[in-house]
């Protein structure tokens, strides 16, 4: 199960942090990420992370998000700066065990198989006005 939150409404050039709560310490043995969908529009990973610690940033989002695993909170965080109108749109967290390797091997050439990963959080609204 996963439960994410921190999303909200901030002005252009904010900041945001986004947490991801998971039943149980997963982080070490499953593929996890962000991914958002704006209205009308396709799902997207936004950043991942796998076993093995290594992340993978959407181009839109380099050197503005990171993800990080916050072990004494739990949870796989996302934090957000210089936000964009066009960050704006529900987060999800999601979570891949048994096909992590597959996933990771996507990630690594920069791919975002957000259909490959089998736990899904509710999401979470981020709005970001001009």
């Known amino acids: 199960r996963l439960v994410e939150s921190g999303g909200g409404s901030v002005q252009t050039g904010g900041s945001l942090r986004l947490s991801c709560e998971a039943s149980?310490?997963?982080?070490?043995?499953?593929?996890m990420g962000w991914f958002r969908q704006a209205p009308g529009k396709k799902r997207e990973g936004v950043a991942v992370i796998d076993i093995d610690g290594r992340a993978t940033y959407a181009d839109s989002v380099k050197g503005r998000f990171t993800i990080y695993p916050d072990n004494a909170k739990n949870t796989l965080d996302l934090q957000m700066t210089s936000l964009k109108p066009e960050d704006t749109a529900t987060y999800y967290c999601?979570?891949?065990?048994?096909?992590?390797?597959?996933?990771?091997?996507?990630?690594?050439?920069?791919?975002?198989?957000?259909?490959?990963?089998?736990?899904w959080g509710r999401g979470t609204q981020v709005t970001v006005s001009s």
């Open positions: 999601a979570a891949e065990h048994f096909g992590c390797s597959a996933i990771s091997e996507m990630q690594a050439r920069g791919h975002f198989p957000w259909g490959d990963y089998g736990y």
């Open positions: 149980g310490h997963i982080y070490s043995s499953y593929c």
